[in-house]
């Protein structure tokens, strides 16, 4: 592998590092975003969870008043009862009495389903509460991360830039003319090694005779398919 071969691989590693990063600054704001909608839907759920109860309550007080309306009028159809004079009257008032039995009954089970379901959640308050701030915590922990990662990329692609700078001053013109104009096309690995005879960009088939230049030559040659600059990887030729 020849010595310009040598420089143009540390060139093309700096600006992937650089592509990295600079990747960051669009996807450490997509995260942050993505984590502080997670904190906003744990906060809504956990609110939401503690307002059931608060309407359960209310349900089950009002319940409460029904049933206790229902046996108000029960006592005072059963005190009517001796005073009634006729027998139609008598029939009517003993079935109203059963009515109100029968509705008496069906509010106590209702209130008692209540009951069951507000205990139920209040056994759930604790732990629903304790695992919301436990996943909130951990999330304003990684945004925390996340944002001094943010703060350092701007210098990190700084000093980056001033490498890359010193590198591709030891890349001949030619060859890196050659890499820039790949770059700016937008072929972010614009220099792929020779993988089991073909590109490894594209993975066209890259001809023998080509191939064998280029291991002849230890520099590199152009893919015909993708346009990228490809490579001998290894330092001893094959052996059949």
């Known amino acids: 592998m020849k010595e310009e071969l040598v420089r143009l691989l540390a060139l093309y590693e700096v600006d992937k590092k650089i ?19 997670e904190k906003e839907d744990i906060q809504k759920s956990v609110q939401e969870f503690i307002e059931s109860i608060k309407h359960t309550e209310i349900v089950l007080k009002k319940k409460e008043l029904d049933l206790a309306a229902a046996e108000e009028r029960l006592r005072k159809h059963q005190e009517q009862l001796p005073t009634l004079k006729s027998n139609e009257e008598y029939r009517a008032m003993i079935k109203q009495i059963e009515l109100d039995k029968e509705e ?23 732990q629903v509460e304790a695992e919301g701030e436990a996943r ?12 001094e990662q943010l703060s350092g990329i701007d210098e990190e692609v700084r000093l980056l830039i001033a490498e890359r ?10 060859i890196r003319r050659k890499y820039e104009k790949i770059r700016s096309l937008g072929k972010k690995n614009a220099v792929v090694p020779i993988i089991d ?36 990887p290894y330092d001893e030729p094959e052996r059949d």
């Open 197 to 232: 005879g073909a590109c490894g960009g594209c993975h066209a088939d890259i001809p023998i005779q080509t191939i064998n230049e280029i291991r002849a030559s230890g520099t590199v040659a152009i893919c015909e398919n993708c346009g990228r600059l490809i490579y001998w």
């Open 19 to 37: 592509d990295e990063i600079k990747a960051l600054k669009i996807t450490i704001p997509n995260r942050i975003k993505e984590l502080e909608t």
């Open 136 to 147: 909130i915590r951990e999330i304003e922990k990684q945004i925390k991360e996340l944002k």
């Open 165 to 174: 700078e010193r590198r591709a001053h030891f890349v001949p013109d030619k």
């Open 104 to 126: 008496i009954s069906r509010l106590e089970d209702e209130a008692l389903q209540i009951m069951d379901s507000l205990d139920r959640m209040k056994e759930q308050r604790p």
